[in-house]
């Protein structure tokens, strides 16, 4: 194993990811930004300097942390923000393999474009010898405002239009935007160059797929080439239904790896993502922001060696899915059967919940309970200073759940009419059942697959349905469990998941991570 070093800068700088110019929060003056490569037991040391103007943290999405929860990157539970030219260094290394990506979990930061892929690499990568080489795709919606305006307005009193509404469909950072419908005095490119991917004919390709959306689920196709899929959020799978997808559903914050084989005739072909606009949460009522000439769709090449330029033949292309489910429900399996554990030990029901405050703001939240998060003091910190540790649950700006030692179970009960993407921190889970019915009297217990279901660290949680997971609690910190929708987190859908708390030590929090929150508290009195 080795130990790879970064050094990011965080700034501002102008973009035009659609054509369509605006300030990017990027990481390097990349978006995405830059992609990290490893092994699987390599350590990353990640020194991140902020330049942004704004504070600003790091998540690994997806990436256990085991024994280092302080570099889960979560402002207000695991870390206080970086302020403004402060810098900050992620240490951790990497038990797992697979797709993951990193992205700012400081307000909605990483809406602006605060995003990359971390690609860890697997010598027993069951699939190695499956491809020749392999390509790096993201697929997001975008917005053509910053976040910040985006975010007052729908926090907003009296607010009750919905979330705010993209402006166009990406595909690994850019997009078409048509520039006839700019507002006079904007800036924009209509000859953005399409993302092009060349290949061989006879060769195969392993495509990594990561939906990096604020609010959208996408589809991810490649026209005339079916997808055979080979992972999912860093666990293989093997399909069982089907050989191969012709169209991957790929909902905000997951990932995908697919094959593909260049057998077809010598040819440009359209690679296309498209926002499935009946998944966007509550659409029908979204009015910030809201623009009818967004493009839905995101187009790049495939590119066969030899092809030459022209443009690629159409097909028929559905452009609107009904469907707004995960893959999982009847497609994939993992690779290897991992059987989920049968026995019990912390029974959870987390009911989706809505209200408004005393300001008639909208909330999100779990069981009653809309998370506000700590600015500057996280949960880790508290507990592990033992300060104000003495029951959260009375805590109305931070709520959590003490979880011990064990096997956790979380009946996620959505029966609101948006649909809702929850992503776990620290682990993955499996999937024992999921469907139709948001309350517990649809759920029978006969019916869990706990044979060999679906391992993931996000899954979709449709209106009115439910979902059953499990996993195992042997990752002692503060997590989150969160629908992915950036707007739903701002609006407090998060839970804090405090795992085995009495096991957190003084001895084992690297100074940094006091001495952060020390500048932090300092920088936030001079900006008052
Ligand atoms: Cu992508 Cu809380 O994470």
Same mark, same amino acid.
């Given at each position: ?13 102008? $973009? ?25 037991? /390599? ?18 999405? #997806? *990436? ?53 892929? $971390? ?8 699939? $190695? %010898? ?31 239009? #919905? %979330? ?10 850019? #997009? ?14 209509? +000859? ?38 080979? &992972? ?20 905000? @914050? ?30 029908? +009522? ?40 995960? $893959? ?30 005393? /300001? ?16 500057? %003091? ?49 682990? +993955?889970?499996? *999937? ?9 009297? +649809? ?25 059953? *997971? ?9 997590? @989150?469990?969160?629908?992915?929708? &950036?707007?739903?987190?701002?609006? #407090? ?5 405090? &795992? ?6 003084? &001895? ?21």
């Amino acid at each position: 194993p080795k130990t790879r070093y970064y050094h990011f800068e965080l700034k501002v700088i102008k $973009l035009s990811p659609d054509g369509f110019e605006r300030p990017v929060w990027s990481v390097d003056g990349q978006y995405p930004g830059p992609l990290i490569q490893a092994n699987k037991g /390599d350590r990353l040391v990640i020194n991140v300097t902020n330049n942004l103007g704004d504070p600003a943290t790091i998540h690994w999405h #997806g *990436i256990f942390q085991r024994g280092t929860n302080w570099y889960d990157g979560v402002r207000g539970q695991t870390q206080c923000p970086i302020p403004n030219r402060v810098s900050f260094t992620y240490n951790y290394t990497l038990e797992q393999s697979g797709t993951f990506w990193y992205h700012s979990h400081f307000l909605a930061q990483y809406v602006d474009g605060l995003i990359g892929v $971390l690609i860890v690499h697997d010598r027993e990568d069951p699939y $190695l %010898n499956s491809y020749d080489e392999e390509y790096v795709i993201t697929v997001s919606d975008w917005y053509h405002s910053p976040s910040a305006p985006l975010l007052i307005q729908r926090t907003a009193p009296h607010y009750t239009g #919905g %979330n705010p509404y993209p402006d166009a469909a990406l595909i690994s950072g850019l #997009g078409q935007y048509n520039c006839s419908a700019a507002p006079v005095g904007s800036h924009c490119n209509p +000859n953005v160059p399409p993302p092009t991917y060349n290949v061989q004919k006879g060769k195969k390709y392993r495509f990594r797929i990561i939906n990096t959306s604020a609010y959208s689920t996408l589809t991810f196709s490649i026209d005339n080439h079916p997808l055979k899929v080979i &992972e999912a959020e860093g666990t293989p799978v093997k399909n069982v239904s089907v050989a191969t997808v012709k169209f991957l559903p790929i909902h905000i @914050a997951q990932r995908y790896s697919v094959i593909l084989n260049a057998n077809q005739p010598v040819a440009n072909y359209y690679i296309r993502a498209s926002i499935i606009d009946s998944c966007l949460a509550a659409r029908t +009522n979204d009015t910030i922001n809201y623009n009818s000439s967004i493009n839905f769709n995101a187009t790049g090449i495939l590119h066969y060696h030899g092809a030459g330029n022209n443009k690629p033949k159409s097909i028929a292309y559905p452009f609107t899915f009904p469907l707004c489910q995960d $893959l999982n429900a009847n497609a994939i399996r993992p690779y290897k059967d991992s059987p989920a554990p049968t026995k019990v030990t912390n029974d959870f029901v987390f009911e989706i919940y809505f209200a408004r405050d005393d /300001d008639d703001v909208a909330h999100l939240g779990i069981n009653n309970s809309s998370f506000m998060p700590f600015f500057n %003091n996280p949960t880790n910190l508290r507990i592990m200073l033992q300060e104000n540790y003495t029951d959260f649950d009375t805590d109305q700006n931070a709520y959590g759940y003490d979880i011990p030692n064990g096997c956790v179970q979380i009946t996620l009960l959505n029966n609101k009419t948006a649909d809702h993407p929850f992503h776990l921190h620290g682990h +993955n889970f499996w *999937i024992v059942a999921q469907g139709p019915g948001a309350f517990l009297s +649809n759920i029978s217990k006969s019916s869990y697959n706990l044979k060999n279901p679906v391992i993931r660290d996000t899954t979709m949680v449709p209106r009115l349905s439910h979902v059953v *997971i499990r996993y195992i609690a042997d990752n002692p910190g503060v997590w @989150a469990f969160h629908c992915h929708i &950036e707007w739903h987190v701002e609006l #407090g859908l998060v839970a804090q998941l405090i &795992e085995r708390p009495t096991e957190f030590s003084n &001895e084992t929090l690297p100074d940094d991570v006091r001495a952060l929150c020390l500048e932090y508290n300092s920088y936030s009195k001079k900006q008052k």
